[in-house]
Protein backbone atom coordinates (compact mmCIF):
# COMPACT_ATOMS: atom_id res chain seq x y z
CA UNK A 1 0.00 0.00 0.00
CA UNK A 2 1.26 3.85 -0.83
CA UNK A 3 0.55 6.70 1.35
CA UNK A 4 1.36 10.50 1.13
CA UNK A 5 1.72 12.70 4.25
CA UNK A 6 2.66 15.79 5.78
CA UNK A 7 1.78 18.95 3.59
CA UNK A 8 4.14 22.61 3.34
CA UNK A 9 2.99 25.06 6.15
CA UNK A 10 2.28 28.40 5.49
CA UNK A 11 4.99 31.10 5.85
CA UNK A 12 4.77 33.12 8.49
CA UNK A 13 5.33 37.45 7.84
CA UNK A 14 9.45 38.02 7.74
CA UNK A 15 10.19 34.17 8.59
CA UNK A 16 10.93 31.30 6.58
CA UNK A 17 8.28 28.38 5.65
CA UNK A 18 7.56 26.01 7.71
CA UNK A 19 8.88 23.28 5.21
CA UNK A 20 7.36 19.15 5.76
CA UNK A 21 7.89 16.70 3.58
CA UNK A 22 5.25 14.97 1.78
CA UNK A 23 6.14 11.30 1.74
CA UNK A 24 5.29 7.87 -0.23
CA UNK A 25 5.30 5.16 1.60
CA UNK A 26 5.51 1.75 0.39
CA UNK A 27 4.80 -1.58 1.59
CA UNK A 28 6.10 0.57 5.31
CA UNK A 29 8.58 2.01 3.79
CA UNK A 30 9.05 5.29 2.67
CA UNK A 31 10.10 5.00 -0.90
CA UNK A 32 9.95 9.06 -2.07
CA UNK A 33 9.68 12.23 -0.51
CA UNK A 34 9.15 15.98 -1.76
CA UNK A 35 9.43 18.95 -0.35
CA UNK A 36 7.20 22.03 -2.74
CA UNK A 37 9.24 24.64 -3.74
CA UNK A 38 9.38 28.02 -1.54
CA UNK A 39 10.09 30.02 -4.65
CA UNK A 40 9.33 29.85 -8.67
CA UNK A 41 11.63 30.69 -11.35
CA UNK A 42 11.28 33.40 -12.68
CA UNK A 43 9.62 34.13 -15.92
CA UNK A 44 11.87 36.38 -17.44
CA UNK A 45 15.62 37.45 -17.16
CA UNK A 46 18.83 35.71 -16.31
CA UNK A 47 21.37 35.75 -13.37
CA UNK A 48 22.98 38.54 -15.76
CA UNK A 49 20.55 40.79 -14.33
CA UNK A 50 21.23 40.48 -10.47
CA UNK A 51 23.83 42.97 -10.46
CA UNK A 52 21.85 45.65 -12.01
CA UNK A 53 18.24 44.52 -10.05
CA UNK A 54 20.75 44.99 -6.67
CA UNK A 55 21.89 47.99 -7.52
CA UNK A 56 18.29 49.68 -8.52
CA UNK A 57 17.00 48.07 -5.25
CA UNK A 58 19.38 48.98 -2.86
CA UNK A 59 22.50 50.98 -4.19
CA UNK A 60 24.48 51.27 -1.58
CA UNK A 61 24.57 48.05 -0.17
CA UNK A 62 27.56 46.28 0.44
CA UNK A 63 27.16 43.29 -1.25
CA UNK A 64 31.47 42.11 -1.72
CA UNK A 65 34.07 42.86 -0.62
CA UNK A 66 37.68 43.18 -1.73
CA UNK A 67 41.27 42.86 -0.02
CA UNK A 68 43.49 45.71 0.08
CA UNK A 69 47.77 45.23 -0.55
CA UNK A 70 47.63 45.95 3.78
CA UNK A 71 45.33 43.25 4.74
CA UNK A 72 42.18 44.94 5.18
CA UNK A 73 38.78 45.19 3.17
CA UNK A 74 37.03 47.35 1.59
CA UNK A 75 33.10 46.91 0.75
CA UNK A 76 31.94 47.28 -2.89
CA UNK A 77 28.66 47.92 -2.91
CA UNK A 78 26.01 47.19 -5.20
CA UNK A 79 26.10 50.04 -7.77
CA UNK A 80 29.91 49.88 -7.42
CA UNK A 81 29.56 46.00 -8.66
CA UNK A 82 27.02 46.87 -11.32
CA UNK A 83 28.96 49.64 -13.07
CA UNK A 84 31.97 47.03 -13.22
CA UNK A 85 29.92 44.22 -14.58
CA UNK A 86 28.91 46.46 -17.22
CA UNK A 87 32.17 48.27 -18.08
CA UNK A 88 33.63 44.71 -18.58
CA UNK A 89 30.64 42.64 -20.31
CA UNK A 90 30.86 46.03 -22.89
CA UNK A 91 34.57 45.14 -23.30
CA UNK A 92 33.66 41.52 -23.80
CA UNK A 93 31.61 42.41 -26.65
CA UNK A 94 34.20 44.58 -28.08
CA UNK A 95 36.44 42.05 -27.83
CA UNK A 96 33.96 40.10 -30.80
CA UNK A 97 32.73 37.94 -28.43
CA UNK A 98 28.99 37.23 -29.18
CA UNK A 99 25.99 35.62 -27.85
CA UNK A 100 25.91 31.81 -26.42
CA UNK A 101 30.10 32.09 -26.87
CA UNK A 102 32.06 30.21 -24.06
CA UNK A 103 34.16 31.90 -21.90
CA UNK A 104 36.46 29.55 -19.98
CA UNK A 105 37.94 30.95 -16.41
CA UNK A 106 40.77 29.47 -14.81
CA UNK A 107 42.07 30.91 -11.53
CA UNK A 108 41.30 30.51 -7.70
CA UNK A 109 38.89 31.91 -5.87
CA UNK A 110 39.09 35.12 -6.05
CA UNK A 111 37.00 39.01 -6.56
CA UNK A 112 37.81 38.87 -10.19
CA UNK A 113 36.51 35.41 -10.88
CA UNK A 114 33.36 36.80 -9.56
CA UNK A 115 33.48 39.83 -11.94
CA UNK A 116 33.86 37.94 -15.04
CA UNK A 117 30.92 35.42 -14.37
CA UNK A 118 28.68 38.05 -14.10
CA UNK A 119 30.56 40.31 -16.78
CA UNK A 120 30.21 37.03 -19.04
CA UNK A 121 26.41 36.66 -18.17
CA UNK A 122 25.78 40.37 -18.62
CA UNK A 123 27.46 39.86 -22.49
CA UNK A 124 25.21 36.92 -23.51
CA UNK A 125 27.86 34.00 -22.81
CA UNK A 126 28.27 30.79 -21.29
CA UNK A 127 31.15 30.74 -18.12
CA UNK A 128 33.09 27.40 -17.99
CA UNK A 129 35.08 26.98 -15.12
CA UNK A 130 38.42 25.27 -15.16
CA UNK A 131 40.39 24.07 -11.53
CA UNK A 132 43.45 26.02 -11.20
CA UNK A 133 44.85 22.71 -10.46
CA UNK A 134 44.38 21.40 -13.40
CA UNK A 135 46.53 19.51 -15.75
CA UNK A 136 47.55 20.88 -19.30
CA UNK A 137 45.55 18.15 -20.68
CA UNK A 138 42.68 18.65 -18.79
CA UNK A 139 42.21 21.78 -19.12
CA UNK A 140 43.13 21.48 -23.30
CA UNK A 141 40.09 19.20 -23.34
CA UNK A 142 37.88 21.65 -21.56
CA UNK A 143 37.97 24.64 -23.73
CA UNK A 144 38.24 21.90 -26.84
CA UNK A 145 34.97 20.10 -25.44
CA UNK A 146 33.18 23.29 -24.94
CA UNK A 147 34.39 25.24 -27.79
CA UNK A 148 35.81 28.50 -25.65
CA UNK A 149 36.29 31.36 -27.92
CA UNK A 150 38.19 33.26 -24.96
CA UNK A 151 40.33 32.35 -21.49
CA UNK A 152 40.90 34.09 -18.69
CA UNK A 153 43.50 32.72 -16.61
CA UNK A 154 44.84 34.04 -13.56
CA UNK A 155 48.55 34.22 -13.64
CA UNK A 156 51.52 33.79 -16.37
CA UNK A 157 52.13 29.91 -15.16
CA UNK A 158 48.58 28.80 -16.28
CA UNK A 159 48.70 31.40 -19.25
CA UNK A 160 51.94 29.39 -20.51
CA UNK A 161 50.33 25.97 -19.73
CA UNK A 162 47.47 26.84 -22.44
CA UNK A 163 49.85 28.95 -24.95
CA UNK A 164 51.76 25.53 -25.25
CA UNK A 165 48.24 23.77 -26.32
CA UNK A 166 46.84 26.79 -28.73
CA UNK A 167 47.99 24.85 -31.88
CA UNK A 168 45.84 22.47 -30.76
CA UNK A 169 42.59 25.07 -29.92
CA UNK A 170 42.68 27.26 -33.42
CA UNK A 171 39.10 28.66 -32.34
CA UNK A 172 40.41 29.62 -29.15
CA UNK A 173 40.82 33.22 -30.11
CA UNK A 174 41.66 35.16 -26.87
CA UNK A 175 44.07 34.13 -23.86
CA UNK A 176 43.50 36.56 -21.07
CA UNK A 177 45.77 36.96 -17.91
CA UNK A 178 44.16 38.35 -14.95
CA UNK A 179 47.44 39.31 -12.93
CA UNK A 180 48.65 41.40 -15.53
CA UNK A 181 45.33 43.69 -15.78
CA UNK A 182 42.83 42.05 -18.42
CA UNK A 183 40.15 43.99 -16.30
CA UNK A 184 41.43 47.13 -17.15
CA UNK A 185 41.74 46.23 -20.21
CA UNK A 186 38.41 45.30 -21.09
CA UNK A 187 37.06 48.75 -19.36
CA UNK A 188 39.15 50.34 -21.66
CA UNK A 189 37.89 48.15 -24.58
CA UNK A 190 34.28 48.75 -24.40
CA UNK A 191 34.70 52.76 -23.27
CA UNK A 192 33.18 53.60 -26.73
CA UNK A 193 30.16 50.97 -27.09
CA UNK A 194 26.64 52.70 -25.32
CA UNK A 195 25.29 50.86 -22.50
CA UNK A 196 22.60 49.58 -24.33
CA UNK A 197 24.80 47.22 -26.17
CA UNK A 198 24.71 45.10 -22.78
CA UNK A 199 21.23 45.38 -21.69
CA UNK A 200 19.84 44.49 -25.54
CA UNK A 201 22.07 41.27 -25.10
CA UNK A 202 20.63 40.90 -21.45
CA UNK A 203 17.39 41.39 -22.57
CA UNK A 204 17.55 38.50 -25.02
CA UNK A 205 18.38 35.70 -21.88
CA UNK A 206 15.65 33.70 -20.64
CA UNK A 207 15.63 31.55 -17.85
CA UNK A 208 15.90 28.74 -20.21
CA UNK A 209 18.91 30.25 -21.43
CA UNK A 210 22.60 28.00 -20.73
CA UNK A 211 24.57 29.83 -17.85
CA UNK A 212 27.57 27.61 -17.48
CA UNK A 213 29.00 24.33 -18.54
CA UNK A 214 30.70 22.86 -15.32
CA UNK A 215 32.66 19.63 -15.93
CA UNK A 216 32.39 17.11 -13.99
CA UNK A 217 35.68 16.01 -11.95
CA UNK A 218 35.78 12.44 -13.70
CA UNK A 219 36.67 9.68 -11.81
CA UNK A 220 36.72 7.70 -14.90
CA UNK A 221 37.30 8.43 -18.33
CA UNK A 222 37.28 12.18 -19.89
CA UNK A 223 35.03 14.80 -17.51
CA UNK A 224 31.77 15.67 -19.09
CA UNK A 225 30.17 19.42 -19.74
CA UNK A 226 26.97 19.34 -17.37
CA UNK A 227 24.61 22.31 -19.03
CA UNK A 228 23.27 24.67 -16.01
CA UNK A 229 20.30 26.76 -17.50
CA UNK A 230 19.73 29.93 -15.63
CA UNK A 231 16.72 28.80 -14.36
CA UNK A 232 18.36 25.46 -12.88
CA UNK A 233 20.54 28.17 -10.66
CA UNK A 234 17.20 30.12 -9.85
CA UNK A 235 15.42 26.80 -8.75
CA UNK A 236 18.94 25.89 -7.02
CA UNK A 237 19.85 29.38 -4.94
CA UNK A 238 16.07 31.04 -4.22
CA UNK A 239 14.62 27.98 -2.63
CA UNK A 240 18.30 27.76 -0.93
CA UNK A 241 17.87 31.25 0.55
CA UNK A 242 14.57 30.84 1.69
CA UNK A 243 15.08 27.80 3.61
CA UNK A 244 18.07 28.68 5.49
CA UNK A 245 16.15 32.07 6.50
CA UNK A 246 18.86 32.17 9.54
CA UNK A 247 21.66 31.72 7.38
CA UNK A 248 21.37 33.82 4.46
CA UNK A 249 18.89 36.73 6.56
CA UNK A 250 20.45 37.13 9.57
CA UNK A 251 19.36 40.12 11.40
CA UNK A 252 20.81 42.10 14.44
CA UNK A 253 24.41 43.63 15.06
CA UNK A 254 25.86 41.23 12.66
CA UNK A 255 24.45 41.64 8.90
CA UNK A 256 24.86 37.80 6.86
CA UNK A 257 28.30 37.60 5.15
CA UNK A 258 30.69 34.75 4.35
CA UNK A 259 34.40 34.34 3.06
CA UNK A 260 34.51 31.13 0.25
CA UNK A 261 37.68 29.91 -0.22
CA UNK A 262 36.40 26.94 -1.85
CA UNK A 263 36.86 26.54 -5.65
CA UNK A 264 34.47 27.99 -7.87
CA UNK A 265 35.25 26.23 -10.63
CA UNK A 266 33.07 23.72 -8.51
CA UNK A 267 29.17 23.83 -8.40
CA UNK A 268 29.25 23.92 -4.80
CA UNK A 269 31.33 27.04 -4.46
CA UNK A 270 29.72 28.46 -7.42
CA UNK A 271 26.35 28.23 -6.06
CA UNK A 272 26.60 29.49 -2.88
CA UNK A 273 28.70 33.00 -4.38
CA UNK A 274 25.41 33.27 -6.85
CA UNK A 275 23.52 32.72 -4.03
CA UNK A 276 24.95 35.57 -1.89
CA UNK A 277 24.84 38.11 -4.70
CA UNK A 278 21.04 36.88 -5.20
CA UNK A 279 20.07 37.28 -1.63
CA UNK A 280 22.41 40.76 -1.23
CA UNK A 281 24.68 38.25 1.35
CA UNK A 282 28.30 40.20 1.53
CA UNK A 283 30.73 37.58 -0.16
CA UNK A 284 34.71 38.17 0.32
CA UNK A 285 36.91 35.94 -1.44
CA UNK A 286 40.18 33.93 -0.01
CA UNK A 287 42.71 32.72 -2.93
CA UNK A 288 44.73 30.83 -0.33
CA UNK A 289 43.79 27.77 1.47
CA UNK A 290 46.82 27.32 3.30
CA UNK A 291 46.29 26.96 7.20
CA UNK A 292 48.12 30.41 7.86
CA UNK A 293 46.93 32.46 5.15
CA UNK A 294 42.95 31.12 5.51
CA UNK A 295 43.41 31.91 9.32
CA UNK A 296 44.18 35.52 8.44
CA UNK A 297 41.99 36.04 6.03
CA UNK A 298 39.29 34.75 8.35
CA UNK A 299 40.09 36.95 11.39
CA UNK A 300 39.87 39.72 8.90
CA UNK A 301 37.00 39.28 6.72
CA UNK A 302 35.27 37.76 10.26
CA UNK A 303 32.19 36.30 8.42
CA UNK A 304 28.85 35.15 10.26
CA UNK A 305 28.63 31.92 7.84
CA UNK A 306 31.39 29.55 6.02
CA UNK A 307 30.88 27.31 3.15
CA UNK A 308 33.27 23.79 4.01
CA UNK A 309 34.17 20.64 2.74
CA UNK A 310 34.19 17.86 5.81
CA UNK A 311 38.48 18.07 5.28
CA UNK A 312 38.46 21.61 5.93
CA UNK A 313 36.73 20.88 9.34
CA UNK A 314 38.60 17.86 10.10
CA UNK A 315 41.49 20.02 9.97
CA UNK A 316 40.39 22.49 12.01
CA UNK A 317 39.28 20.35 14.94
CA UNK A 318 42.99 18.36 14.28
CA UNK A 319 44.79 21.48 14.12
CA UNK A 320 43.05 22.70 17.52
CA UNK A 321 43.83 18.61 19.64
CA UNK A 322 47.42 19.35 18.14
CA UNK A 323 47.81 22.91 19.50
CA UNK A 324 46.40 21.37 22.99
CA UNK A 325 48.73 18.46 23.16
CA UNK A 326 51.58 20.50 22.67
CA UNK A 327 50.22 22.79 25.85
CA UNK A 328 49.86 19.67 28.08
CA UNK A 329 45.99 20.13 28.07
CA UNK A 330 45.29 16.92 25.82
CA UNK A 331 43.28 15.52 28.32
CA UNK A 332 41.03 18.26 28.79
CA UNK A 333 40.64 19.23 25.54
CA UNK A 334 39.27 15.51 25.01
CA UNK A 335 37.06 15.83 27.78
CA UNK A 336 35.81 19.21 25.97
CA UNK A 337 35.21 17.56 23.09
CA UNK A 338 32.95 14.97 24.49
CA UNK A 339 30.52 17.22 26.07
CA UNK A 340 30.65 19.40 22.87
CA UNK A 341 29.57 16.17 21.16
CA UNK A 342 26.75 14.74 23.78
CA UNK A 343 25.34 18.34 23.75
CA UNK A 344 25.17 18.32 19.96
CA UNK A 345 23.77 15.11 19.46
CA UNK A 346 20.87 16.77 21.77
CA UNK A 347 19.40 18.88 19.27
CA UNK A 348 17.90 15.83 17.23
CA UNK A 349 15.02 16.45 20.55
CA UNK A 350 15.99 15.79 23.82
CA UNK A 351 17.21 19.14 26.53
CA UNK A 352 20.44 18.52 28.32
CA UNK A 353 20.35 18.59 31.56
CA UNK A 354 21.57 20.64 34.01
CA UNK A 355 24.78 19.15 34.53
CA UNK A 356 26.01 18.91 31.14
CA UNK A 357 24.84 22.74 30.55
CA UNK A 358 27.37 23.73 33.29
CA UNK A 359 29.92 21.38 31.58
CA UNK A 360 29.79 22.95 28.31
CA UNK A 361 30.16 26.76 30.08
CA UNK A 362 33.03 25.50 31.47
CA UNK A 363 34.69 24.69 28.57
CA UNK A 364 33.14 27.67 26.02
CA UNK A 365 35.86 29.86 26.90
CA UNK A 366 38.76 27.34 26.93
CA UNK A 367 38.24 25.00 24.41
CA UNK A 368 34.58 26.40 21.69
CA UNK A 369 35.36 30.32 21.47
CA UNK A 370 38.76 29.28 20.66
CA UNK A 371 37.41 27.27 17.48
CA UNK A 372 35.59 30.00 16.66
CA UNK A 373 37.76 32.33 16.99
CA UNK A 374 39.98 30.44 14.50
CA UNK A 375 36.66 30.44 12.12
CA UNK A 376 36.70 34.65 12.41
CA UNK A 377 34.77 34.90 15.98
CA UNK A 378 31.31 35.52 14.04
CA UNK A 379 30.54 32.37 12.35
CA UNK A 380 27.14 31.07 13.89
CA UNK A 381 26.29 28.66 10.44
CA UNK A 382 28.16 26.28 8.61
CA UNK A 383 26.98 25.42 4.94
CA UNK A 384 29.07 21.31 5.03
CA UNK A 385 28.86 19.73 0.97
CA UNK A 386 30.95 17.57 -1.01
CA UNK A 387 31.15 14.32 0.96
CA UNK A 388 29.63 13.37 4.53
CA UNK A 389 31.01 14.85 7.47
CA UNK A 390 29.88 12.40 9.51
CA UNK A 391 28.19 12.55 12.88
CA UNK A 392 31.03 12.71 15.20
CA UNK A 393 32.17 15.97 13.63
CA UNK A 394 29.00 17.30 13.03
CA UNK A 395 27.50 16.38 16.97
CA UNK A 396 31.24 18.46 17.84
CA UNK A 397 30.68 21.18 16.40
CA UNK A 398 27.10 21.70 17.31
CA UNK A 399 27.96 21.82 20.76
CA UNK A 400 30.98 24.12 19.84
CA UNK A 401 28.52 26.79 19.25
CA UNK A 402 28.11 26.61 15.34
CA UNK A 403 24.73 25.55 13.82
CA UNK A 404 25.77 22.86 10.81
CA UNK A 405 23.72 22.84 7.70
CA UNK A 406 24.98 19.41 5.87
CA UNK A 407 23.93 19.31 2.12
CA UNK A 408 23.88 16.49 -0.74
CA UNK A 409 24.00 17.32 -4.44
CA UNK A 410 26.11 17.03 -7.86
CA UNK A 411 26.85 18.93 -10.18
CA UNK A 412 24.10 17.87 -12.18
CA UNK A 413 21.94 19.36 -9.88
CA UNK A 414 23.51 22.83 -9.82
CA UNK A 415 24.25 22.03 -5.78
CA UNK A 416 22.82 20.97 -2.73
CA UNK A 417 19.19 18.56 -3.42
CA UNK A 418 18.60 17.84 0.37
CA UNK A 419 19.76 19.88 3.30
CA UNK A 420 19.66 19.91 6.70
CA UNK A 421 16.41 21.85 7.82
CA UNK A 422 16.79 24.81 9.99
CA UNK A 423 15.67 23.44 13.89
CA UNK A 424 15.37 20.31 12.92
CA UNK A 425 18.99 18.76 12.70
CA UNK A 426 19.33 14.97 11.96
CA UNK A 427 22.88 13.70 12.79
CA UNK A 428 24.27 11.30 10.32
CA UNK A 429 21.78 12.33 7.35
CA UNK A 430 21.73 14.93 4.86
CA UNK A 431 18.56 16.19 5.64
CA UNK A 432 15.53 16.63 3.46
CA UNK A 433 15.15 17.67 0.01
CA UNK A 434 15.52 21.39 -1.32
CA UNK A 435 12.18 23.26 -1.40
CA UNK A 436 11.13 22.12 -5.16
CA UNK A 437 13.35 19.28 -5.04
CA UNK A 438 12.01 15.16 -5.02
CA UNK A 439 13.57 12.34 -3.73
CA UNK A 440 13.15 8.62 -4.64
CA UNK A 441 14.90 5.29 -3.84
CA UNK A 442 15.11 2.93 -6.57
CA UNK A 443 14.62 -0.72 -6.07
CA UNK A 444 18.31 -1.38 -5.87
CA UNK A 445 19.03 1.19 -3.48
CA UNK A 446 20.16 4.14 -6.05
CA UNK A 447 19.30 7.58 -4.92
CA UNK A 448 17.37 9.45 -7.54
CA UNK A 449 16.40 13.25 -7.81
CA UNK A 450 13.96 15.61 -9.64
CA UNK A 451 12.94 19.27 -9.95
CA UNK A 452 13.80 22.33 -11.83
CA UNK A 453 17.46 22.47 -9.92
CA UNK A 454 18.40 19.73 -12.36
CA UNK A 455 20.28 20.24 -15.34
CA UNK A 456 19.19 20.28 -18.97
CA UNK A 457 22.31 16.92 -19.78
CA UNK A 458 25.58 16.70 -21.12
CA UNK A 459 27.23 19.27 -23.82
CA UNK A 460 27.82 17.17 -27.04
CA UNK A 461 26.23 14.23 -26.11
CA UNK A 462 22.49 12.84 -26.41
CA UNK A 463 22.26 12.12 -22.99
CA UNK A 464 19.44 14.30 -21.04
CA UNK A 465 17.01 14.01 -18.42
CA UNK A 466 13.01 14.17 -19.73
CA UNK A 467 11.44 17.25 -18.25
CA UNK A 468 9.78 15.88 -14.85
CA UNK A 469 11.94 12.65 -15.05
CA UNK A 470 14.36 11.18 -12.84
CA UNK A 471 18.18 11.97 -12.20
CA UNK A 472 20.10 8.60 -11.75
CA UNK A 473 23.00 9.62 -9.01
CA UNK A 474 25.01 7.16 -8.69
CA UNK A 475 24.90 6.69 -5.30
CA UNK A 476 23.25 4.28 -2.68
CA UNK A 477 20.93 5.59 0.39
CA UNK A 478 17.90 5.40 2.31
CA UNK A 479 15.13 6.97 3.40
CA UNK A 480 13.89 7.03 6.88
CA UNK A 481 10.25 7.05 8.39
CA UNK A 482 10.71 11.10 8.88
CA UNK A 483 11.86 11.61 5.37
CA UNK A 484 15.40 11.93 6.08
CA UNK A 485 18.21 11.09 3.39
CA UNK A 486 20.97 9.55 4.34
CA UNK A 487 24.17 8.36 1.74
CA UNK A 488 25.67 4.72 2.60
CA UNK A 489 28.02 4.82 -0.47
CA UNK A 490 28.11 4.56 -4.52
CA UNK A 491 26.78 2.45 -5.88
CA UNK A 492 29.87 1.54 -8.47
CA UNK A 493 31.88 1.58 -5.33
CA UNK A 494 29.68 -1.16 -3.39
CA UNK A 495 32.36 -4.38 -2.58
CA UNK A 496 31.44 -7.67 -2.68
CA UNK A 497 33.58 -10.37 -1.23
CA UNK A 498 34.05 -13.49 -2.21
CA UNK A 499 31.64 -14.45 0.76
CA UNK A 500 29.16 -12.58 -0.94
CA UNK A 501 28.77 -10.00 1.28
CA UNK A 502 27.98 -6.00 -0.08
CA UNK A 503 30.40 -3.46 1.81
CA UNK A 504 29.68 0.14 1.36
CA UNK A 505 33.04 1.55 2.16
CA UNK A 506 32.11 5.02 2.53
CA UNK A 507 31.52 4.95 6.41
CA UNK A 508 34.59 3.70 7.28
CA UNK A 509 36.42 5.53 4.95
CA UNK A 510 34.65 9.09 6.28
CA UNK A 511 35.67 7.72 10.21
CA UNK A 512 39.17 7.31 9.25
CA UNK A 513 39.61 10.34 7.36
CA UNK A 514 38.28 12.13 10.64
CA UNK A 515 41.47 10.85 12.53
CA UNK A 516 44.51 13.22 12.87
CA UNK A 517 46.67 11.04 10.97
CA UNK A 518 45.05 9.65 8.10
CA UNK A 519 45.15 11.76 5.00
CA UNK A 520 43.34 9.76 2.72
CA UNK A 521 41.58 5.99 3.15
CA UNK A 522 40.46 3.72 0.45
CA UNK A 523 38.54 0.30 1.54
CA UNK A 524 39.53 -2.52 -0.44
CA UNK A 525 38.19 -6.23 -0.63
CA UNK A 526 36.18 -6.77 -3.84
CA UNK A 527 35.80 -10.56 -4.54
CA UNK A 528 38.42 -10.96 -1.64
CA UNK A 529 37.84 -12.99 1.58
CA UNK A 530 37.94 -10.37 4.09
CA UNK A 531 37.87 -6.08 3.94
CA UNK A 532 41.39 -4.52 4.19
CA UNK A 533 42.37 -0.73 4.08
CA UNK A 534 44.96 1.49 1.78
CA UNK A 535 45.59 4.29 4.57
CA UNK A 536 48.16 7.79 3.40
CA UNK A 537 49.53 9.93 6.27
CA UNK A 538 47.97 13.50 7.44
CA UNK A 539 50.89 15.63 6.79
CA UNK A 540 50.62 18.14 9.49
CA UNK A 541 48.98 15.65 11.95
CA UNK A 542 52.17 13.25 10.70
CA UNK A 543 54.35 16.25 12.24
CA UNK A 544 53.25 16.49 15.63
CA UNK A 545 53.01 12.69 16.00
CA UNK A 546 56.75 12.70 15.42
CA UNK A 547 57.37 15.59 17.63
CA UNK A 548 55.63 14.17 20.57
CA UNK A 549 56.93 10.84 19.54
CA UNK A 550 60.68 12.24 18.89
CA UNK A 551 61.05 10.67 15.93
CA UNK A 552 61.45 13.58 13.71
CA UNK A 553 64.75 12.04 11.79
CA UNK A 554 63.02 8.77 10.87
CA UNK A 555 62.82 8.12 7.15
CA UNK A 556 58.99 7.65 5.73
CA UNK A 557 60.34 4.16 4.28
CA UNK A 558 60.78 3.00 8.12
CA UNK A 559 58.27 4.98 9.76
CA UNK A 560 55.16 3.43 7.79
CA UNK A 561 56.40 0.03 9.67
CA UNK A 562 56.91 2.37 12.94
CA UNK A 563 55.19 -0.46 15.85
CA UNK A 564 53.84 2.89 17.84
CA UNK A 565 52.56 4.57 14.36
CA UNK A 566 50.67 1.54 13.42
CA UNK A 567 49.23 1.37 17.11
CA UNK A 568 47.78 4.79 16.74
CA UNK A 569 46.12 3.41 13.43
CA UNK A 570 44.96 0.62 14.46
CA UNK A 571 43.27 2.04 17.00
CA UNK A 572 41.46 4.59 15.15
CA UNK A 573 40.99 0.93 12.83
CA UNK A 574 39.03 -0.27 15.69
CA UNK A 575 36.97 2.50 16.28
CA UNK A 576 35.56 3.05 12.41
CA UNK A 577 34.88 -1.29 13.24
CA UNK A 578 31.89 -0.65 15.49
CA UNK A 579 30.11 1.02 12.73
CA UNK A 580 29.71 -2.06 10.79
CA UNK A 581 29.39 -5.73 11.19
CA UNK A 582 32.38 -7.93 11.47
CA UNK A 583 32.12 -9.40 7.80
CA UNK A 584 32.13 -5.44 6.94
CA UNK A 585 35.09 -4.88 9.60
CA UNK A 586 38.84 -3.60 8.26
CA UNK A 587 40.91 -6.79 9.07
CA UNK A 588 44.09 -5.52 7.90
CA UNK A 589 45.83 -2.32 6.47
CA UNK A 590 48.84 -0.70 5.26
CA UNK A 591 50.33 2.92 5.29
CA UNK A 592 51.38 4.11 2.52
CA UNK A 593 54.90 6.41 2.07
CA UNK A 594 53.35 8.75 -0.05
CA UNK A 595 49.57 10.50 -0.03
CA UNK A 596 46.73 10.51 -3.05
CA UNK A 597 46.93 13.30 -5.03
CA UNK A 598 45.55 15.09 -8.08
CA UNK A 599 49.08 15.41 -9.53
CA UNK A 600 49.64 11.47 -9.07
CA UNK A 601 45.94 10.68 -11.11
CA UNK A 602 44.61 9.43 -7.39
CA UNK A 603 41.99 12.32 -6.61
CA UNK A 604 39.76 14.11 -8.98
CA UNK A 605 39.69 17.70 -8.38
CA UNK A 606 37.06 18.16 -6.03
CA UNK A 607 39.22 15.31 -4.03
CA UNK A 608 37.35 12.10 -4.87
CA UNK A 609 38.96 8.94 -4.69
CA UNK A 610 40.00 7.49 -8.08
CA UNK A 611 39.32 3.84 -7.23
CA UNK A 612 40.61 2.46 -10.52
CA UNK A 613 43.67 4.07 -10.79
CA UNK A 614 44.62 3.65 -6.78
CA UNK A 615 43.90 -0.24 -7.26
CA UNK A 616 46.33 -0.43 -10.57
CA UNK A 617 48.79 1.57 -9.33
CA UNK A 618 48.87 0.12 -5.56
CA UNK A 619 48.30 -3.27 -6.62
CA UNK A 620 51.52 -4.91 -5.23
CA UNK A 621 50.28 -3.58 -1.52
CA UNK A 622 47.15 -5.26 -2.16
CA UNK A 623 48.30 -8.20 -2.37
CA UNK A 624 50.47 -8.38 0.24
CA UNK A 625 47.30 -7.07 2.44
CA UNK A 626 45.83 -11.02 1.44
CA UNK A 627 49.18 -12.79 2.15
CA UNK A 628 50.63 -12.97 -1.97
CA UNK A 629 54.36 -12.24 -1.28
CA UNK A 630 56.36 -9.41 -2.30
CA UNK A 631 57.73 -9.65 -5.55
CA UNK A 632 61.44 -9.59 -5.49
Known sequence: MAAESSPLKAAQPGKPAAVEPVKTVIDGRVREVRVPALAAVPGRGSLGDIPFDNAREAPAEAVLARKERDGSWRDVTAAEFAAEVLAVAKGLIAEGLREGDRLAIMARTTYEWTLLDFAGWAAGLVTVPIYPTSSVIQARWIIHDSGAVACAVED?????????????????????????????????????????????????????????????SGTTGQPKGCVITHANFFAEVDNAVELLHPVFKSAGKDPASTLLFLPLSHVFGRMVAVGCLRARVKLGHAPSIRTEDLLADLAGFRPTFLLAVPYVLEKVYNTARATAEKMGRASSFDRAARIARRYGELVEGKAPGLGLRAARALYDPLVYRRIRAALGGRVRYILSGGSPLGRRLAAFYTGAGIEVFEGYGLTETTGASTVTPPQRPRLGTVGWPLPGTAVRIAEDGEVLLGGRHVFAGYWNTAQAVPPGGWLATGDIGELDADGYLTITGRKKDLIITSGGKNVAPAPLEDWLRAHPLVGQCMVVGDNRPYITALITLEPDGLLHWRQMHKKTGVPMRELVRDEALRADLQRAVDEANRLVSRAESIRSFTVLPGDFTEARGHLTPSLKLKRGAILRDCAQQIEELYGAPREP
Open 156 to 216: TAQARLISAERVNLPWLAHLWEIDTGVVARLVKAGEHLPDALVHQRLAARTPDSVATLIYT
